[in-house]
């Protein structure tokens, strides 16, 4: 009896399009290590989600060579048959060329699977397409739909995890104020611990920070002393902001995107009442033209969302700097503890 090519019928049934026929050639208990994220995915129900994308997404591909022999599975784990099998694609008109190891178990079957990719800018790419199609699949959740829950929020300052803590304002905001863009009465709304309501405070300005969450004020407020800068900060809710018009500038760096519909609107009616004729409002929101964290929104929800009562000056591409926690720099294959910069949306909506 022949013994099994485990390889080659691998090869094949990816070549014909078998999805079926691959996965069979699968251990139940496979680990497979992506060129786009730090630990692997694994188990049989794990990867099969994986490859159903990477069929879509992989245009044109074709295997190139093979080669057969014995390699050291995982760290310091022991040598088993192995399989390299060269192959060329496209990723969204970005030509791709790669490997994937195959290393058999006891069994016979697959048991440890990992792909490596050229150029390097190419990683991007698959990433984006990947968790573009794990997320049409329902294998991620859809994101942004409701507002996130305070808990969430309380919890992110309690027990010191929140990625948007970068210990110092965003640079997004500083050029605002650097180029002349905040002026008079300042609100910093969602303001967490507080970097930009100091930042603005410390250079003069007439600065109010608030939010929600007593743990985030608290902590804002330990930061402000520990800066030696003078700043009101308050725990308020950004939805009932009272119906005296007061500001002339609002800094919004990040609390947009976190609510639903329905808190949106309210959120949007409560600014228009406490902005005076003439306000502006800066909105910098997490975008979803690429992998990131948290919630991300279209273009079109910051349009829609400044329609009657404002006029929309601006929305142009931005970016969005964070803290990688380990499971965030898993998904999107950067080193955790890291400081990354997400896409995002500036926008200035004048209150008219």
Same mark, same amino acid.
């Given at each position: 009896?022949?013994?099994?090519?485990?390889?080659?019928?691998?090869?094949?049934?990816?070549?014909?399009?078998?999805?079926?026929?691959?996965?069979?050639?699968?251990?139940?208990?496979?680990?497979?290590?992506?060129?786009?994220?730090?630990?692997?995915?694994?188990?049989?129900?794990?990867?099969?989600?994986?490859?159903?994308?990477?069929?879509?997404?992989?245009?044109?591909?074709?295997?190139?060579?093979?080669?057969?022999?014995?390699?050291?599975?995982?760290?310091?784990?022991?040598?088993?048959?192995?399989?390299?099998?060269?192959?060329?694609?496209?990723?969204?008109?970005?030509?791709?060329?790669?490997?994937?190891?195959?290393?058999?178990?006891?069994?016979?079957?697959?048991?440890?699977?990992?792909?490596?990719?050229?150029?390097?800018?190419?990683?991007?790419?698959?990433?984006?397409?990947?968790?573009?199609?794990?997320?049409?699949?329902?294998?991620?959740?859809?994101?942004?739909?409701? +507002?996130?829950?305070?808990?969430?929020?309380?919890?992110?300052?309690?027990?010191e995890w929140a990625p948007?803590?970068?210990?110092?304002?965003?640079?997004?905001?500083?050029?605002?104020?650097?180029?002349?863009?905040? +002026?008079?009465?300042?609100?910093?709304?969602?303001?967490?611990?507080?970097?930009?309501?100091?930042?603005?405070?410390?250079?003069?300005?007439?600065?109010?920070?608030?939010?929600?969450?007593?743990?985030?004020?608290?902590?804002?407020?330990?930061?402000?002393?520990?800066?030696?800068v003078r700043a009101r900060?308050?725990?308020?809710?950004?939805?009932?902001?009272?119906?005296?018009?007061?500001?002339?500038?609002?800094?919004?760096?990040?609390?947009?995107?976190?609510?639903?519909?329905?808190?949106?609107?309210?959120?949007?009616?409560?600014?228009?009442?406490?902005?005076?004729?003439?306000?502006?409002?800066?909105?910098?929101?997490?975008?979803?033209?690429?992998?990131?964290?948290?919630?991300?929104?279209?273009?079109?929800?910051?349009?829609?969302?400044?329609?009657?009562?404002?006029?929309?000056?601006?929305?142009?591409?931005?970016?969005?700097?964070?803290?990688?926690?380990?499971?965030?720099?898993?998904?999107?294959?950067?080193?955790?503890?890291?400081?990354?910069?997400?896409?995002?949306?500036?926008?200035?909506?004048?209150?008219?």
């Amino acid at each position: 009896m022949a013994e099994r090519d485990v390889a080659q019928e691998f090869r094949s049934a990816v070549e014909a399009g078998d999805l079926d026929a691959a996965l069979a050639l699968f251990d139940p208990e496979i680990r497979f290590f992506s060129p786009v994220k730090w630990r692997p995915f694994e188990g049989i129900d794990a990867v099969s989600a994986l490859f159903r994308v990477l069929l879509r997404t992989f245009e044109n591909f074709r295997y190139t060579g093979q080669f057969a022999g014995r390699a050291q599975e995982g760290d310091g784990g022991a040598e088993t048959e192995s399989h390299i099998l060269q192959f060329r694609c496209a990723v969204g008109g970005k030509q791709v060329e790669g490997m994937d190891l195959l290393q058999l178990g006891e069994n016979g079957l697959v048991s440890t699977f990992t792909v490596l990719l050229r150029p390097a800018s190419a990683q991007q790419a698959v990433s984006e397409a990947v968790y573009r199609g794990l997320l049409a699949d329902g294998v991620l959740p859809a994101e942004g739909r409701r +507002t996130v829950p305070k808990t969430d929020f309380d919890s992110a300052y309690t027990e010191e995890w929140a990625p948007w803590i970068i210990g110092e304002p965003q640079p997004a905001v500083v050029r605002l104020e650097r180029d002349g863009w905040i +002026t008079g009465a300042v609100l910093d709304p969602g303001c967490g611990t507080g970097e930009h309501t100091i930042h603005l405070a410390r250079l003069g300005y007439d600065v109010r920070g608030i939010d929600f969450s007593q743990p985030a004020v608290d902590r804002a407020r330990a930061n402000a002393k520990a800066h030696g800068v003078r700043a009101r900060i308050d725990v308020a809710d950004a939805l009932h902001l009272g119906t005296e018009p007061r500001y002339d500038t609002v800094v919004d760096s990040a609390l947009f995107h976190v609510f639903g519909d329905a808190d949106r609107a309210a959120y949007v009616a409560s600014l228009h009442a406490a902005c005076v004729p003439g306000a502006r409002v800066h909105v910098l929101a997490l975008s979803d033209t690429e992998p990131g964290l948290g919630p991300r929104i279209s273009d079109s929800v910051l349009r829609d969302a400044f329609g009657e009562g404002w006029e929309l000056e601006a929305l142009e591409p931005a970016r969005y700097r964070v803290t990688l926690r380990d499971e965030d720099a898993d998904r999107l294959g950067l080193p955790p503890g890291k400081t990354a910069d997400m896409a995002a949306w500036l926008a200035r909506a004048r209150r008219v």
